[in-house]
């Protein structure tokens, strides 16, 4: 019996099941690399799902998780720290926001938007419609994922994640990813409206052009908040700190930003940004809270995170990589519909059939090939590589790309 097959035998007979059979048992990762049980490596072009943004055991990360590990790892929400006030500061700063913003940190993406809602929730009451009614409609799209909690779940619009748990908290809906649809939808009930710039889970799939613009004009002109949740696209993932700075007028900052997975660099922490005073002042003592959000050693991790992005030139590398990546993508035939924003890149492959599941075949083919990727639909592939991948280590994905989708066409 191999060691893969022992501790996978161990892991179905002891964790819940709410994630499938492993692919994998991952024991060591350095760089873009990681091995598994049995010694075998690869290339890891998911990144934990868009996590990892240094790779694996970078020494800046290394030596700050470390060291607070061995100096101060929890205080809980009774006291705070440095590490706390300078990550705070360091955020508000890269990604733009006004003064007066504010930070509040979580665990994890699913809980930064939780937050988020509440804060929609309390807006809603402080400004009530014209007739002095609370809003309380929140308004996100059509293939949005903003988390499996209750709440964040309901902002969520994948029925299957949904209809195992309904009802979902209410007030929620859902329109298409189409000017004329938030326009036709959008009124002074509304409180909200959440959006991703780049809809990971469906597939990376960008905002139309204009989008976010006018949706920033018809939340300003009906008095709702503008979430943007940047979990997935934030920290550097699309070559910019947040993927909504280039498609806001002036790089304007949003109402509330949401940030997670990147920016802990394999450590769990969220983040709830509030812009400016009024925004800021929405949630009050007591009104939400977390016991291990924002502690010191998750602060010191994303600390090391956001200050290795910045001194090594990594939203650069995001930018020119991620282009080469996707141009390399569309000479491939048998991909169709390469999108690429940055080191988040989707495409698509030619079904044999419209029911044919190609594309985990394709992930199940380039695992056997060295590669780690992830399917997000029947046919569309998901690559979200560490930011400091190169374009040697793509090309080796891109060059075996043609060969894999012979085998799994044959299949």
């Known amino acids: 019996m191999s060691r893969t097959t022992e501790l996978l035998d161990g892991y179905r007979g002891n964790l819940l099941g709410v994630f499938g059979d492993p692919a994998l ?8 690399r990681v091995t598994d ?24 990360w290394v030596r700050a998780v470390a060291e607070q590990a061995g100096r101060l790892a929890h205080v809980s929400n009774l006291f705070t720290t440095p590490e706390v006030v300078e990550l705070a500061r360091e955020l508000l700063e890269v990604t733009g926001a006004p003064p007066g913003s504010h930070v509040f940190f979580a665990s994890s993406g699913s809980e930064a938007n939780e937050a988020a809602f509440k804060l929609a929730r309390r807006h809603g009451r402080e400004h009530p419609d014209a007739q ?9 799209l059509e293939h949005a994922f903003h988390g499996r909690t209750m709440g ?8 299957a994640y949904r209809a195992p748990f309904e009802p979902l908290p209410g007030g929620v809906s859902h329109v298409p990813a189409t000017v004329e649809a938030l326009a036709a939808e959008l009124d002074d ?22 989008y976010l613009a006018r949706a920033r004009e018809l939340t300003r002109e009906h008095g709702a ?10 920290i550097g993932r699309t070559g910019d700190w947040l993927a909504s700075t280039s498609q806001l007028p002036g790089g304007e900052f949003p ?39 924002g502690n010191p050693l998750a602060a010191a991790a994303a600390l090391a995170t956001v200050r290795t992005i910045r001194d090594e030139g990594l939203l650069e590398n995001a930018r020119a990589v991620g282009e080469h990546l996707a141009a390399r993508l569309r000479d491939v035939p048998g991909v169709t519909d390469v999108r690429g924003h940055g080191l988040l890149v ?14 985990p075949r394709l992930v199940a083919a380039a695992r056997d090939a060295g590669f780690l990727v992830n399917a997000t639909g029947p046919a569309t592939v998901r690559l979200a590589p560490p930011l400091i991948v190169t374009r040697q280590e793509v090309d080796t994905f891109v060059s075996a790309l043609p060969d894999l989708l012979r085998t799994v066409s044959s299949t």
């Open 132 to 140: 002095g009614r609370p809003r309380t409609r929140v308004l996100a």
């Open 225 to 234: 908040l503008l979430v943007v949740d940047e979990v997935q696209s934030g």
């Open 25 to 32: 048992v991952l024991v060591e990762g350095q760089g873009c």
């Open 152 to 159: 964040s779940l309901a902002l969520t619009a994948k029925e």
């Open 37 to 60: 049980a049995d010694g075998r490596r690869y290339l890891d072009l998911l990144a934990g799902i868009a996590v990892n943004s240094l790779g694996h055991a970078h020494p800046a």
């Open 189 to 210: 009930t509304v409180a909200a409206l959440i959006v991703e710039p780049v809809q990971g889970e469906a597939g990376v799939r960008g905002l139309p052009e204009g």
């Open 346 to 359: 989707g495409f698509d492959l030619v079904p044999s059939a419209p029911d044919d599941a190609v594309a």
């Open 255 to 293: 109402d509330a930003v949401t940030l997670a997975k990147g920016l802990g660099g394999g450590f769990p922490i969220g983040a709830l940004l509030t812009a400016g005073p009024e925004v800021s002042g929405l949630l009050g003592a007591g009104q939400h809270g977390t016991t291990f959000g």
